[in-house]
C-alpha cells in the first residue's frame, strides 16, 4: 500500500474521480471541498454525479477507508488542484477566472513542507504555475527549488473519465526538472498511458491548444450546416462524402459547443493575445453563432405552426446536456436553448434521460412529449433519441 498522503482540493467532475482512482491505488486520500452540501452527501453515502465506474470506486473507498471528503484541508504529501476556473467578461473579451485556483494555493501554503508536490490540474492560462509558486513563497518562503510544482492538465471526456484517468498520455510540465521527475513518478503510479515531459508553460499552453483545435474543428461542421440548410443540402450526406477523401475528416455539427473545456478554454488564449488569435476567437463565435441560428430556426417553425392552426404550440425538447449520453450540463447550448424558449412564455416540455430530477426544470418522458408536444426538437443525440419516431409530430433535428 501506497504510505503517500494526498489531499485533493476541488472534489467536482476531476477532482472526485481522480481521488477515489488514488484510493485504489492504494494512497490515503483527503478530499476537500468548499461546498459543503457535496462533502455532507458524500460522507452519508451518496455521490454527488454520476460516472460510469464512479460508484464501484467509492464503494471500494469506503471498504478500504482510505478516502475521506473534508470541509478542512489536511497535510499531505501531494496536494493536487482540481478547482474550476470559469470565465468573465473584460472589454467584452472573455478571462480566465484564478480566483478558486489561487485560493487553493493560499490554502496549500498553510500546510505545505519541504520537498512537497504541488501539482495543478485545473485549465489555466500560462504563467499560472509559476504564479502560484510565487504565492506560496510570499506566504512560506519555500522557493521552487523547495518545493515541487508542476502542471499536468486533465484531459478526459465526460462519460469515460475513469478509464481516461487511468490510461490516457498525460503531459508532465515542472517548474523544475526535480519538480518534473517527482510528478512523473506520481502519475506512473496510476496511469498507464505516455507520460510527456516539458515545462509548465508549455504544459498549460498544450491543453488551451488542445481544445482550441476541437473549436475550430466543430466550428467549421457548425459553419457548414448553416451553409447546406440554406441551399437544402443534407450536412450529413455532405459530410459523409467529404470524409472519403483520405486528408478530410470533418467533425458532426451541432447545435452550439457546451461544456467546462471546449466553450470556455480557447478564450484563455484570447484574452492574453487578442491581435494574435483570430482564428481561434473566430471559432468560438461560430460556435456561439450556430446556438443563436438554431433559436431562430426554432422561432420560425413556432410561428409557421401558429399561423397554420391560430395557437402556440407545445414544444418538447430532445437532451439538455451539453453532449450524448451523460447528465452534466455545464455551458450546455441545449440547456440555454430550451432556457431561451421558456423565457418566452412558450409550452416547453424537456425530455433529459440521464438526469433523475433537475432542482428546476420538470423533466418528461418520451411518452409524455409524444402524447403532449406539438412540436419536437431534438437538441441532442442521447442513444434513446437515434431510432425515435414520431410520424404524427413535426420534428427538426439539430444535431445535425
Known amino acids: 500500500m501506497n504510505k503517500k498522503s494526498i489531499s485533493i482540493i476541488g472534489l467536482g467532475y476531476i477532482g472526485l474521480p481522480t481521488a477515489l482512482v488514488l484510493s485504489e491505488r492504494g494512497y490515503l486520500v483527503n478530499g476537500f471541498d468548499i461546498n459543503k452540501i457535496i462533502i455532507e452527501k458524500l460522507n452519508s453515502g451518496i455521490l454527488p454525479f454520476s460516472e460510469n465506474g464512479l460508484v464501484e470506486l467509492f464503494e471500494k473507498a469506503k471498504v478500504k477507508r482510505n478516502f475521506k471528503a473534508s470541509s478542512c484541508l489536511e497535510l499531505a504529501d501531494v496536494y493536487l488542484i482540481a478547482v474550476p476556473t ?149 450536412i450529413f450526406e455532405l459530410i459523409s462524402i467529404a470524409n472519403h477523401h483520405p486528408r478530410v475528416n470533418i467533425l458532426k455539427p451541432g447545435c452550439g459547443v ?43 417553425k413556432i410561428n409557421s405552426f401558429k399561423l397554420k392552426n391560430n395557437r402556440r404550440p407545445i414544444i418538447g425538447c430532445l437532451g439538455l446536456s451539453f453532449k ?30 440521464n438526469l433523475k430530477k433537475h432542482k428546476s426544470i420538470k423533466l418528461y418522458s418520451l411518452k409524455d412529449l ?15 433519441f437515434e431510432e425515435l419516431q414520431f410520424p404524427d409530430k413535426q420534428v427538426y433535428d439539430f444535431c445535425k
Open 258 to 300: 457546451g461544456g467546462h473545456c471546449i466553450a470556455v478554454d480557447p478564450y484563455f488564449i484570447v484574452s492574453d493575445f487578442p491581435d494574435d488569435s483570430l482564428l481561434i476567437k473566430s471559432a468560438r463565435e461560430v460556435n456561439n453563432k450556430k446556438t443563436l441560428w438554431v433559436k431562430k430556426q426554432i422561432i420560425n
Open 86 to 234: 470559469p470565465i468573465f467578461f473584460e472589454n467584452e473579451i472573455p478571462k480566465a477566472n484564478l480566483e478558486f485556483v489561487e485560493k487553493a494555493a493560499l490554502s496549500i501554503s498553510k500546510k505545505v513542507k519541504k520537498n512537497d508536490l504541488i501539482i495543478i490540474e485545473s485549465t489555466v492560462s500560462v504563467g499560472t504555475t509559476r504564479r502560484i509558486s510565487e504565492i506560496i513563497f510570499e506566504k512560506t518562503g519555500f522557493s521552487a527549488e523547495n518545493i515541487n510544482y508542476a502542471y499536468c492538465p486533465e484531459r478526459v471526456l465526460p462519460g469515460n473519465i475513469i478509464y481516461e484517468l487511468k490510461n490516457n498520455n498525460r503531459v508532465i510540465g515542472g517548474l523544475t526538472k526535480k519538480a518534473s521527475q517527482k510528478a512523473y513518478d506520481f502519475y506512473s503510479t496510476f496511469c498507464e498511458g505516455e507520460l510527456i515531459e516539458t515545462n509548465s508553460e508549455c504544459a498549460e499552453l498544450v491543453k488551451l491548444s488542445e481544445n482550441a483545435f476541437r473549436d475550430i474543428n466543430i466550428a467549421f461542421a457548425n459553419e457548414l450546416s448553416i451553409i447546406c440548410n440554406k441551399l437544402g443540402i443534407d
Open 324 to 353: 450524448p449520453n451523460i447528465d452534466d450540463l455545464r455551458e450546455s447550448p441545449a440547456l440555454k436553448i430550451f432556457n431561451f424558449l421558456n423565457e418566452l412564455d412558450l409550452d416547453v416540455l424537456a425530455c433529459e434521460p
Open 370 to 384: 409524444n402524447n403532449k408536444a406539438d412540436i419536437i426538437i431534438k437538441l441532442v443525440q442521447h442513444k434513446e
